[in-house]
């Protein structure tokens, strides 16, 4: 793309580069609250996960997480070894596998602090705007898997 063309935009004023700034910025803010508790960010968001569910299909887990195998397996041997959750085979389909959360997973939970707080005020953010930016995020997604 020239700088004649009716869409050129320096790279400040995209919104790909806006985003994935913006991404880095603020997964880096949970940084210092998920140390304490030697998780980073990707095996934060898998644990939210099952703390949410307790138990999940590794499929359904990839989809919700946006993560395909090759990235999802590794993060997950890495949780099972810490004794966090287990893999176990499902019993209705013995091809697929389900993600248990444990006891010592449940009680990480109880110990986290309020994260979505913290990041709102890493962010100087009210909570209200942070769920209009994160709905207009969603949909911008969803207009993305439409074509």
Same mark, same amino acid.
Request: glycine letters at 4%; hydrophobic letters at 35%; one cysteine or more.
């Given at each position: ?9 320096? /790279? ?5 580069? @806006?985003?994935? *700034?913006?991404?880095?910025?603020? %997964?880096? &803010?949970? #940084? ?6 030697? /998780? ?5 968001? @898998?644990?939210? *996960?099952?703390?949410?569910?307790? %138990?999940? &299909?590794? #499929? ?7 993560l395909d195998s090759g990235t999802l397996t590794p993060l997950i041997k890495r949780l099972e070894k810490r004794g966090l959750l287990r893999r ?50 969603w949909a911008l997604l969803e207009k993305i898997h439409r074509n």
């Amino acid at each position: 793309m020239k700088k004649t063309d009716k869409y050129w935009q320096p /790279l400040n004023e995209q919104l790909g580069f @806006a985003l994935y *700034v913006c991404s880095k910025e603020i %997964i880096k &803010s949970y #940084k210092p609250h998920l140390d304490p508790y030697n /998780l980073t960010y990707t095996q934060y968001i @898998a644990m939210q *996960v099952l703390w949410e569910n307790e %138990i999940i &299909s590794f #499929k359904d887990m990839g989809n919700i997480l946006h993560l395909d195998s090759g990235t999802l397996t590794p993060l997950i041997k890495r949780l099972e070894k810490r004794g966090l959750l287990r893999r176990v085979t499902n019993s209705e389909d013995e091809r697929s596998i389900d993600i248990e959360l444990l006891p010592a997973g449940k009680e990480l939970y109880d110990k986290l602090p309020p994260l979505t707080e913290r990041i709102m005020e890493n962010c100087n953010s009210t909570f209200d705007e942070t769920n209009t930016l994160r709905d207009q995020l969603w949909a911008l997604l969803e207009k993305i898997h439409r074509n």
